[in-house]
Nanobody, 115 residues
Framework: QVQLVESGGGLVQPGGSPRLSCAASGIIFSIYSMGWYRQAPGNQREPVASIRSDGTTTYADSVKGRFTISRDTAKSTLYLQMNSLKPEDTAAYYC?????????WGQGTQVTVSS
């Protein structure tokens, strides 16, 4: 079965630079568009960054210049390098995999930005 397992979250100080990982299994990773979403308490889930199978990336305006999405096809792993974190980046971060009608989600990893 398909599994997307996120890791790398936790309590981070403002200005910190954690890296999130999403290990995928059960899918042909190379053909999927992959993305990171986040959801803060009381808010809707929102897109953060995405990377297509051809490597094309997109970012939410709120994270442009601070976050970098990447993928390692050999490891079937998606990454999100987060720099210059702000308290408003606090949220549960979810990994997403999409291909045609198929759409899968990870269980999420919490990132809390606080001093």
């Amino acid at each position: 079965q398909v599994q997307l397992v996120e890791s790398g979250g936790g309590l981070v100080q403002p200005g910190g630079s954690p890296r999130l990982s999403c290990a995928a299994s059960g899918i042909i990773f190379s053909i999927y568009s992959m993305g990171w979403y986040r959801q803060a308490p009381g808010n809707q889930r929102e897109p953060v960054a995405s990377i297509r199978s051809d490597g094309t990336t997109t970012y939410a305006d709120s994270v442009k210049g601070r976050f970098t999405i990447s993928r390692d096809t050999a490891k079937s792993t998606l990454y999100l390098q987060m720099n210059s974190l702000k308290p408003e980046d606090t949220a549960a971060y979810y990994c997403n995999a999409r291909y045609l009608h198929k759409n899968y989600w990870g269980q999420g990893t919490q990132v809390t930005v606080s001093s």
